[in-house]
């Protein structure tokens, strides 16, 4: 492969031209090396089908690769502090990227006339092996420009689509019975790389903080922000910093009033769904994660200063007016979503 699987497997070096015996592939798949996320994913693949072939698999694990290799470049590009013109670029670049890989194998599998039949339907096809690593290269597409949108749509004005209408749109199709992407549901990374650094601003730690004392009767990072919110949550975390209530070393500022704005932005992310809402302890039931456990992680994180249950519950109750004011005194609360 020269550059870029995603468009050499089309048009350069195509799965059909690979005449590679089976024993070589057998020989090659465990000395290609596996490219990891370095961010927790909010997306995964469930294919139909499941390789059998070393070709096959071959193909699987080197586009696999390829994807956690695009997954990085982006976030490493668009996870930043940096001008609103110059994220919106790169967020456009990458959009553009993955719609050519959509609209590049959607012309692939309309030339060639293939069908996902061909590969789940057993003895469908001669061509089954083919037809199956396209379409897996097709769902991976998917998944990157999926990935893209949960992330970064914030950076664009481009409208977003759910994965039935990439279907429709890019390929003119009705959404297969079984979606090729869904929800990730494996562990999370739980060290994943701060945020890059642009001019000396403070950028967020998507993770526990290495500096604070473990706590185990405390919800780690990953067991209560949800993964597909971590993003957003580092930004507002950065807010902080810039709103003053924290420091760039994440120490609370417990002047007066900061208590209220501090309860208000932890209720505010709870109801706008920025928490998991079960932990699941190693060998033990689900625990429902409650407002303790949420008070308790803020005061861990930034420090026993910022220890707000009185004015959460206050808010949750007989001051939810006040509650409101402070949204309509602090537009960026109410702009959280």
């Known amino acids: ?9 089309l048009y350069v070096d195509t799965y059909l031209k690979d005449q590679r015996s089976e024993l070589k592939f057998k020989e090659l798949l465990p000395k290609l090396d596996k490219e990891y996320k370095e961010t927790t994913p909010t997306q995964e693949i469930r294919f139909p089908k499941k390789a059998f072939s070393p070709k096959l698999k071959y193909y699987e694990k080197l586009i696999d690769k390829e994807t956690a290799l695009h997954f990085n470049e982006m976030i490493a590009e668009l996870d930043r502090t940096s001008t609103e013109e110059h994220l919106q670029f790169l967020y456009q670049k990458w959009h553009n990227r993955f719609i050519s890989y959509l609209l590049n194998i959607q012309q692939y599998i309309q030339n060639n006339e293939m069908q996902e039949k061909a590969f789940t339907v057993p003895g469908a096809s001669a061509d089954a092996d083919h037809v199956h690593a396209i379409f897996y290269l097709k769902a991976n597409a ?14 664009s004005d481009e409208p977003l689509l759910t994965q039935e209408e990439i279907h429709e749109v890019y390929f003119q199709e009705l959404p297969p019975n079984d979606l090729y992407v869904v929800e990730f549901s494996g562990k999370p990374i739980s060290k994943p790389k701060p945020s890059i650094n642009v001019g000396g601003k403070f950028n967020a730690i998507k993770a526990d903080l290495d500096f604070r004392i473990p706590n185990d009767k405390i919800l780690t990072y990953a067991e209560l922000v949800k993964s597909s919110k971590a993003d957003a949550f580092a930004r507002l975390e950065e807010r902080l910093v810039e709103e003053n209530l924290i420091d760039n070393k994440y120490s609370f500022n417990n002047k007066r009033g900061n208590k209220q704005v501090i309860a208000a932005f932890f209720l505010t992310l709870f109801e706008k769904g920025y928490f998991n809402e079960r932990v699941f302890p190693d060998g033990k039931p689900p625990k429902k994660i409650e407002r303790k456990h949420i008070i308790k992680f803020f005061a861990h994180r930034y420090g026993p200063g910022s220890y707000a249950d009185k004015e959460y519950r206050n808010f949750e109750g007989s001051k939810r007016p006040k509650y409101n004011q402070l949204l309509i005194k602090h537009p960026w609360l109410d702009q959280i979503s």
């Not at 492969?1 to 497997?9: A, E, G, Q, R, V």
């Open 142 to 155: 998917i998944l990157l420009f999926l990935e893209l949108q949960h992330r970064f749509s914030y950076n």
């Open 1 to 9: 492969m020269s550059k870029d699987l995603f468009s050499d497997i």
